[in-house]
């Protein structure tokens, strides 16, 4: 009876836990439909999309660009609400230092996860779009872009690298959990830097200037993650006594 109860409450918690966040997105998407606009103009008017005409060839392409403008700004300002209730949620079967420990992730998480929208939209996305515009205009084609594959081409290049900047913090959380270690990292180091370079070459053109400027920033984030499991097993580490 008593596990059927703890069941019970379990899952009540959680549905109070994923209640909140619905609200919370709810009302986030009630804002994002009012700043859709004002978003899709300032990107309209920044120096990557001035040069290129948005074009829709359906009625509904403006709609679903601008629902979906406004489901991205919603997920954006929900994800630290998610974070922090999932934290909520598995708290009381945390020790005081450990919920204390974990709670640093939410807001680490989300700067991290802006960082790396900001890094690939302000840098990254510029280049590989300069270089697909001088690619078609060399070969002669006639360059029409529809602003729903102008959008769907940035969202697959500025949100894979936001995720690959919680690369450091995923890694952290792995070494607390004893999962890995330093020692363990070190030692598929040079594997992780052919996947890295893989992953690069996906979701950059293949020139060789735009495949470093996403490559790079992959390997020192893989390096910033060995330091920080190698900073936090030294902080964990026991302390030899004297003799």
Known sequence: MDVQEDLVNHLTEL????????????????????????????????????????????????????LRCAFLFALLFTLPVLLYQTWAFVRPGLKESEARGTLAYVPVSFVLFLMGISFSYFLVFPMMLKFMIEMNQNIGAVETYGIDRYFTFLFSVVFPLGVAFEMPLIILFLTRLGLLTPQRLRSVRKYAYVGLAVVGACISPPDFVSHLSVTIPLLLLFEISVLVSWRFSRRIAPVPSGT
Request: overall charge positive.
């Open 15 to 66: 549905r109070k836990r994923l209640l909140i966040v619905l609200g919370c997105f709810v009302v986030a998407m009630s804002g994002g439909l009012y700043v859709s606009p004002g978003i899709l103009r300032y990107i309209k008017s920044g120096p990557t999309a001035s040069a290129v005409e948005w074009n829709v060839f359906s009625f509904t392409d403006g709609l679903f660009i601008y």
